[in-house]
């Protein structure tokens, strides 16, 4: 069954940096684009950046462009998402994401930026 498996999270200062990694498993990782996305308490889900199945396409929300890279390792079947320059704004909860229909989801690492 397929299986993402979020890591990396936990308490970093402002202007820290964090790395998020998700693992995939259970499907051909290197067919599927993939995305990550977060959730703060009290607010909606949000689109943090994307990447295509190869790597040589990426976009992300307005609110983390020139801080946050996605990239991703089709021989680990494996998405990154390095956080540098952290805000307090970034604590959520991060969720990785096969972008498909039907979308799977894995369960979430917490992130938060506090001093």
């Known amino acids: 069954q397929v299986q993402l498996v979020e890591s990396g999270g936990g308490l970093v200062q402002p202007g820290g940096s964090q790395r998020l990694s998700c693992l995939a498993s259970?499907?051909?990782?290197?067919?599927?684009?993939m995305s990550w996305y977060r959730q703060a308490p009290g607010k909606e889900r949000e689109l943090v950046a994307a990447i295509n199945q190869s790597g040589d396409f990426t976009n992300y929300g307005d609110s983390v462009k020139g801080r946050f890279t996605i990239s991703r390792d089709n021989a680990k079947n494996t998405v990154y998402l390095q956080m540098n320059s952290l805000k307090p704004e970034d604590t959520a909860v991060y969720y990785c994401k096969r972008n498909s229909f039907p979308a799977y989801w894995g369960q979430g690492t917490q992130v938060t930026v506090s001093s």
């Open positions: 259970g499907f051909t990782f290197s067919m599927y684009a």
